[in-house]
């Protein structure tokens, strides 16, 4: 049975040809399972065949197959290609053919997540190695300044006209200490600059799945009330929340306690790995605030420029530009801050904590057990 099969397809494939060989190139639409001579077999719409060849739409693309490599085709019947077209719809739903209409817009702004999120998988990559470069850099320039500080006092202490062959050698590592100083100096710069960009870009990456996440919960309330989700439109619609918990699972999560003051919430936390401090969590500050009886304590210097700065209730106002080494709240120790001082806060006294290091995180409450949900962007 499967020999006559074989030699009567192929010999239909022959009559075809014959048929329309005054015009070699004709279409049609059948639903097909196209058997290759390599064991391999593929399903599909024929859409055109061609003197030694058919196009083959898959329900994913088209492909060409040469018909010297085809060892039959089963036609389907129009059930069958009914149900194949239909199963198009979902097996291929990210498609821009088998997305529901009111869907298209956030279909394509989930592929723009999706493609912040790889280039911030990238960015995180890069970003903990130039930091790792940074703290090396920093451990060499320590050993080199020690180094350059015994140079210049042994330099002090020599004298060039009986001890001129060592008074040399000392110049000589003198300036090689310097060049090597500048060129490190240089290094701790560039990286600077680029772990600043590198950060911006995760943040705003993770500003937009936050903003996603928003949009995407509000359109599915929004359709499923005026009933406009068919059976299509809920398949595509759990299939992009399915890929929201995933991009979720690159985010660590960190659980912190909180105290409720004067309609906002206070948090511990630790400035500079060693003053305690009690912040109020505020989203609508760029910065980090910080008191200026907080500065002090820090020992930071805020007698140089000042900036202006326009508050959360509109106010303008000046401050001290600061970066703390670092902020730790409960177990996330962010560090490198940008904050600004003020020489007064009205409430809380010890400041705020902005956006300088919040945007850094996805931020959520859970107001039952007063906790500040802090997820961390770590794939």
């Given at each position: 049975m499967y020999i006559i099969l074989r030699e009567m397809k192929l010999l239909g494939l022959k009559i075809l040809s014959f048929l329309f060989l005054g015009s070699a190139i004709f279409s049609f639409a059948f639903a097909d399972m196209v058997y290759l001579k390599n064991g391999n077999s593929l399903e599909g719409i024929v859409e055109k065949e061609l003197d030694n060849k058919i196009i083959l739409n898959t329900g994913y693309g088209k492909i060409t197959l040469d018909k010297k490599d085809i060892q039959y085709i089963h036609r389907y019947s129009l059930k069958e290609q009914t149900a194949l077209q239909e199963s198009w719809k979902y097996l291929y739903f990210r498609r821009t053919e088998y997305i529901p209409s009111q869907l298209k817009i956030i279909a394509k702004d989930f592929d723009n997540l999706e493609n912040l999120r790889e280039k911030a998988i990238q960015d995180k990559k890069e970003l903990d190695n130039l930091k790792r470069e940074s703290e090396e850099i920093k451990t060499k320039l320590k050993d080199l300044n020690i180094h350059f500080k015994q140079t210049t006092d042994k330099l002090a202490q020599i004298n060039p006209e009986t001890n001129l062959d060592e008074y040399n050698a000392l110049i000589k590592e003198f300036n090689l200490s310097i060049v090597k100083m500048k060129g490190l100096e240089l290094d701790k710069k560039n990286n600077q600059e680029r772990i600043a960009l590198l950060e911006q870009r995760i943040s705003d990456y993770i500003n937009e799945f936050r903003i996603f996440k928003k949009r995407f919960k509000e359109a599915y309330t929004h359709l499923e009330n005026l009933g406009m989700i068919k059976e299509e439109s809920r398949?595509?619609?759990?299939?992009?929340?399915?890929?929201?918990?995933?991009?979720?699972?690159?985010?660590?999560?960190?659980?912190?306690?909180?105290?409720?003051?004067?309609?906002?919430?206070?948090?511990?936390?630790?400035?500079?790995?060693?003053?305690?401090?009690?912040?109020?969590?505020?989203?609508?500050?760029?910065?980090?605030?910080?008191?200026?009886?907080?500065?002090?304590?820090?020992?930071?210097?805020?007698?140089?420029?000042?900036?202006?700065?326009?508050?959360?209730?509109?106010?303008?106002?000046?401050?001290?530009?600061?970066?703390?080494?670092?902020?730790?709240?409960?177990?996330?120790?962010?560090?490198?801050?940008?904050?600004?001082?003020?020489?007064?806060?009205?409430?809380?006294?010890?400041?705020?904590?902005?956006?300088?290091?919040?945007?850094?995180?996805?931020?959520?409450?859970?107001?039952?057990?007063?906790?500040?949900?802090?997820?961390?962007?770590?794939?």
């Open positions: 398949y595509f619609l759990e299939a992009l929340h399915k890929g929201l918990e995933q991009m979720g699972k690159d985010f660590t999560r960190y659980s912190i306690e909180y105290s409720y003051k004067e309609k906002g919430i206070l948090v511990d936390c630790l400035l500079n790995g060693t003053v305690k401090a009690k912040l109020m969590v505020d989203t609508g500050a760029s910065l980090v605030i910080l008191s200026k009886q907080i500065a002090q304590r820090l020992g930071l210097d805020t007698s140089k420029e000042r900036i202006p700065l326009i508050l959360a209730d509109g106010r303008k106002t000046e401050a001290n530009p600061v970066i703390l080494e670092s902020i730790k709240v409960g177990d996330l120790e962010l560090k490198n801050v940008s904050c600004a001082v003020l020489d007064r806060v009205s409430s809380p006294e010890d400041g705020l904590l902005g956006m300088s290091f919040l945007e850094n995180f996805l931020l959520s409450l859970d107001v039952k057990k007063n906790r500040l949900i802090l997820e961390e962007f770590n794939p």
